[in-house]
């Protein structure tokens, strides 16, 4: 089946600490997104990539950081700097901008991070 | 500030029920408008999308109406079942090219039996 996995489901971090959480997918899209999701929140762009070794800062980038050196993987790291890591980070995937449903976003099923 | 918000952060119904949630968004140059559901947990699914050269669009139960005169959308679903039960978040698409979809902050719908 088709579709994108994140991992881990759940993960803890200490202050301090830097944290990579997975996202992969298998769909042959070209475009990949990192959002944010706090209580009662919408969903914030951190990090979008649309094409491989290439990405854009979203709106609350300060503190993560992407890299996107294969077209399914594209990884997210939670960095020390980032001062209120506690939340819930959803991985989505599109077809490239111009064809059948490229604007239309998979999502993953979401990584939970909550910081000791 | 957002710019695609929700009227309501949530929404009760009773079962068998039709249901109407709504949103606004300020970017008039917005060309494409998307529904997601999420449920507790899970990754948003898609539901319907529209352009911004219809003003309304009918699925399965449900029905998004555009109203581009006042940036209004809205969802309807009909005969509403506790399934439904879920956040409901609209997104729109800045029509330039290379942006992503901007997210309001959602709807919670809670169907009663």
């Known amino acids: 089946d088709g579709g994108i996995t994140q991992s881990p489901k759940y993960l803890f971090r200490k202050e301090g600490q830097n944290v990579t959480l997975s996202c992969e997918q298998n769909l042959n899209h070209d475009a990949m997104y990192w959002y944010r999701q706090d209580p009662g929140q919408g969903l914030r762009l951190i990090y979008y990539?649309?094409?491989?070794?290439?990405?854009q800062k979203g709106d609350i980038a300060e503190g993560y950081s992407v890299s996107r050196e294969k077209k399914e993987s594209f990884p997210l790291t939670v960095t020390s700097a980032q001062k209120n890591p506690t939340a819930f980070y959803l991985c989505?995937?599109?077809?490239?901008?111009?064809?059948?449903?490229?604007?239309?976003?998979?999502f993953g099923a979401g990584s939970r991070l909550t910081v000791l | 500030g957002e710019s695609v918000g929700l009227h309501l952060p949530t929404l009760s119904v009773q079962e068998g029920d039709n249901s109407i949630i709504n949103c606004a968004y300020s970017n008039s140059a917005s060309d494409y408008f998307i529904w997601y559901k999420q449920e507790s947990g899970k990754g948003p699914q898609f539901i319907i999308d529209i352009r911004s050269n219809m003003d309304k669009r009918q699925g399965q139960r449900v029905t998004v109406l555009l109203n581009k005169t006042v940036k209004h959308l809205s969802l309807q679903i009909a005969a509403t079942q506790p399934g439904d039960s879920a956040v409901y978040f609209c997104a729109e698409k800045p029509d330039q090219a290379g942006t992503a979809l901007i997210f309001g902050k959602g709807t919670t719908l809670s169907v009663s039996s």
């Open positions: 989505a995937s599109s077809p490239l901008a111009g064809g059948t449903g490229a604007n239309v976003l998979t």
């Open positions: 990539s649309q094409i491989v070794n290439d990405f």
